[in-house]
């Protein structure tokens, strides 16, 4: 079985890059892989490259991979009350790799993680320093994983799903101060997500996955003005738009994700795709250009702008 096969894109300093799909897709494995944390066996790699800073991330031992965990490469998990450890102190924990990776002795950590928190908003950050997980809210504890993850100022923070665990508003607030952290500080972000619906407002660049693959690519301006891929249609017609009618049912992609160990000889999407034909059940299709850099994964993209243009 293959979680992922044959993606491919690219972030720059400063740029957000969304991954966007259904739980199953190969969103989290992927971003895993570049970190090293897929568990060996049963994961392994068979194929590809993963290109950090002039460097094949692959052909690195573990030494080196754990040395660049945190220090250049960070991570934000999806629920920081399970990636926190409810027995250390918030300060513990935001200082151990700062002594780690930048060398910082306990009084240069202490002021450096006061100054991280209070980078991200959290008010009296001296004093959050002696408290521990159970203690904050969970929007509190989702802005310690970004302290954490800015603490050794890395070229690139992978965000799996940081705000899953959050109501609304402060989905929002994290959203927005993650985005204007990148922006100043020039960090590159893969902002992992299965809703289109806050991409939109930040990031710039978005590819959708679907069993694996990559179906389309481009910016969230062409992507969202000219979805070209059913599924990514179907993504957008589930979520709630305050320019339609407020009586108007979402309409639902049908079916269910496919069984990632049972794919057929042709497109994934095919069983729940209404605009299906034979091609669609005996060939995977390529990635392809719709325009620019605009690609969409689709034998049926015609009749699918047909009816978007009726």
């Not at 069993?211 to 301006?221: K, M, P, T």
């Amino acid at each position: 079985m293959q979680a992922v096969n044959g993606i491919s894109y690219s972030v720059s300093s400063g740029e957000i890059v969304a991954i966007v799909g259904e739980s199953g897709s190969g969103k989290s494995v992927s971003a895993l892989t570049v970190l090293g944390l897929v568990q060996t066996p049963p994961g392994r790699i068979v194929n590809g490259k993963i290109l950090f800073d002039g460097s094949n991330l692959l052909t690195l031992d573990d030494q080196a991979i754990r040395d660049m965990r945190g220090r250049d490469i960070a991570m934000v998990f999806q629920e920081p009350m399970s990636s926190l450890n409810p027995v250390l102190s918030i300060g513990r924990q935001l200082t151990e790799s700062m002594k780690l990776h930048l060398g910082l002795d306990k009084v240069e950590a202490n002021n450096r993680a006061v100054e991280l928190l209070t980078m991200v908003g959290i008010s009296d950050p001296a004093g959050r320093l002696k408290q521990y997980p159970h203690q904050l809210s969970g929007g509190m504890r989702q802005r310690v994983m970004i302290a954490m993850a800015l603490s050794c100022k890395p070229k690139l923070i992978i965000a799996d799903e940081p705000t899953t665990a959050l109501d609304v508003t402060i989905q929002a607030q994290v959203l927005s101060l993650m985005q204007d952290l990148c922006k100043q500080m020039g960090v590159a972000l893969v902002l992992i997500t299965h809703n289109l619906g806050i991409v939109a407002r930040y990031a710039e660049q978005v590819n959708v996955m679907y069993a694996g693959r990559i179906v389309e690519a481009g910016s969230a301006l062409e992507v969202y003005a000219n979805p070209s891929h059913p599924y990514t249609v179907g993504l957008l017609n589930s979520v709630p738009r305050l320019d339609q009618d407020r009586g108007k049912p979402l309409d639902p992609i049908p079916g269910n994700p496919p069984d990632m160990a049972a794919l057929g000889a042709g497109c994934a999407f095919a069983a729940r795709c209404r605009f299906a034909g034979d091609r669609c059940q005996n060939e995977v299709p390529p990635l392809t250009s719709v325009d620019g850099s605009h690609q969409s994964a689709c034998w049926e993209i015609d009749a699918l702008h047909q009816e978007s243009a009726a």
